[in-house]
């Protein structure tokens, strides 16, 4: 007698559940090989819960980035009704990647018909380390220390992409250092970059939940993209981040307000499927220019 036969149901599910590994089935059996199973190794390693993706092609966990070649080793394989083990990037309910090794393997049932694929994922630590250290090269701004517009354009795809799925808000922001021009003509570069570090520390602070993404987006002007849970709780951030500068007390004989102050344009919208990159990004500028018109140090949000 097979001894795995006297195993309750009840114990396999406890076990796969318990597995530090994510573990993923889906249905061979469907047109869009559904995912019908995640384990709590899965929540853990992706931040998606069983109801955000159950139900849904397994393509959720590449997000935007489908261009991978492994992604097309998966499908082949899946076409074949066969298994296969590669590395590729993955991205979390955030948007954040990350490397993880994907093994895939085909499940028959007892007439030897193909009717599952279960997955097993975990993080690929080695190319994980590389990632970090290649990002810190590619993805930072060398200055400032916060993201660069690189690593800005790619995580507004993603984050754009989950909101959409989710129906999640995002807001978007662009602030702008009023009069900053004048300020390194006046205190020298030195003075300046000293400045754009300070600035960017407060405002990296100020957003610092994982799924935020704070950038610089040229010369004195920052821009943050997230997550939002609505308007007013967008303009109370942004306001608070103006008087937070402000009370950085950088001296700047050139301002009204005599020192370093900010000014922010923001918009807030819950994305539907046609909504693109573009459309935040150019009512955003609409909206920090009317700052600026409005006598800067201020900040308008649009909804």
Do not use: W
């Given at each position: 007698m097979n001894p795995a036969a006297n195993i309750s149901q009840d114990l396999l599910v406890k076990a796969l559940n318990e597995s530090r590994d994510a573990i993923i089935i889906v249905d061979a059996r469907q047109q869009d090989t559904p995912l019908i199973y995640m384990n709590g190794g899965f929540e853990k390693l992706t931040g998606y819960t069983s109801g955000e993706v159950v139900g849904k092609n397994y393509h959720v966990l590449f997000g935007a980035d489908t261009d991978q070649p492994e992604i097309a080793e998966i499908r082949a394989a899946i076409a074949k009704g066969q298994g296969c083990v590669v590395t590729l990037r993955n991205y979390r309910k955030d948007g954040s990647m990350f490397w993880s090794q994907l093994s895939i393997s085909p499940v028959h049932n007892a007439e030897g018909m193909l009717t599952h694929f279960i997955g097993i994922q975990k993080e690929a630590p080695d190319r994980k380390l590389l990632e970090n250290n290649?990002?810190?090269?590619?993805y930072t701004d060398p200055?400032?220390?916060?993201?660069?517009?690189?690593?800005?354009?790619?995580?507004?795809?993603?984050?754009?992409?989950?909101?959409?799925?989710?129906?999640?808000?995002?807001?978007?922001?662009?602030?702008?250092?009023?009069?900053?021009?004048?300020?390194?003509?006046?205190?020298?570069?030195?003075?300046?970059?000293?400045?754009?570090?300070?600035?960017?520390?407060?405002?990296?602070?100020?957003?610092?939940?994982?799924?935020d993404c704070v950038a610089r987006?040229?010369?004195?002007?920052?821009?943050?993209?997230?997550?939002?849970?609505?308007?007013?709780?967008?303009?109370?951030?942004?306001?608070?981040?103006?008087?937070?500068?402000?009370?950085?007390?950088?001296?700047?004989?050139?301002?009204?307000?005599?020192?370093?102050?900010?000014?922010?344009?923001?918009?807030?919208?819950l994305p539907n499927r046609d909504t693109t990159e573009e459309m935040f990004i150019e009512q955003a500028g609409r909206e920090l220019l009317a700052a600026k018109q409005g006598g800067r140090n201020r900040v308008h949000i649009a909804g």
């Open positions: 290649l990002n810190a090269l590619l200055l400032v220390g916060v993201s660069n517009r690189r690593h800005f354009e790619e995580r507004f795809a993603n984050l754009l992409h989950v909101a959409q799925r989710i129906h999640s808000g995002m807001s978007l922001m662009m602030i702008d250092l009023d009069h900053f021009r004048q300020f390194n003509e006046r205190y020298g570069q030195s003075a300046g970059d000293e400045c754009l570090r300070m600035v960017g520390d407060c405002i990296a602070k100020t957003f610092n939940r994982t799924s987006y040229g010369g004195g002007e920052f821009i943050v993209v997230s997550f939002s849970s609505g308007i007013e709780a967008l303009r109370q951030h942004a306001r608070k981040l103006c008087e937070q500068v402000s009370m950085l007390n950088i001296p700047h004989s050139d301002s009204p307000h005599g020192v370093v102050t900010i000014s922010i344009g923001g918009v807030h919208r």
